[in-house]
């Protein structure tokens, strides 16, 4: 899988996260594009994996904050379960070196994100209607 990254909404990686996001929360999940799509995009950092030149797995950093947030982890339908999240974060975390990361996972997500390392701290919450727990790795 080859992986790439760009900061800011305005080129092609970050059009096919957009394409990848919109598929996945958008049409699949049914959660409303103007949350899904929040304004931050141009501020952040957009990952997205290819195989054999198409796109597949995206994910989105915020190094705005701290700690840093990963964001809108997803997966074509049609590619899940072939590892390419696992190795698309692999590099995301990678990047970030030693310095703590947090994430929302999505419920169904947990088990998914602890194999990585990190930890559930807290309670469920809601988030664009759907339950999710707040993750760290320090």
Not at 79 to 106: M, S, T
């Amino acid at each position: 899988m080859d992986i790439k990254q760009e900061r800011g909404n305005q080129g092609q990686v970050y059009q096919d996260a957009a394409a990848i996001r919109q598929a996945v929360f958008v049409t699949e999940q049914g959660i409303d594009p103007q949350l899904e799509f929040d304004g931050e995009d141009a501020q952040l950092t957009h990952f997205v994996g290819y195989v054999a030149g198409k796109p597949v797995v995206t994910a989105r950093l915020n190094e705005t904050v701290h700690p840093a947030h990963i964001q809108r982890v997803a997966t074509l339908e049609a590619d899940r379960h072939q590892g390419y999240a696992f190795a698309l974060l692999q590099a995301v975390l990678a990047q970030l070196g030693n310095q703590p990361v947090a994430l929302n996972a999505q419920e169904t997500a947990v088990d998914f994100y602890k194999r990585l390392g990190f930890k559930q701290v807290g309670e469920a919450f809601l988030e664009v209607g759907i339950v999710h727990y707040q993750m760290i790795k320090e």
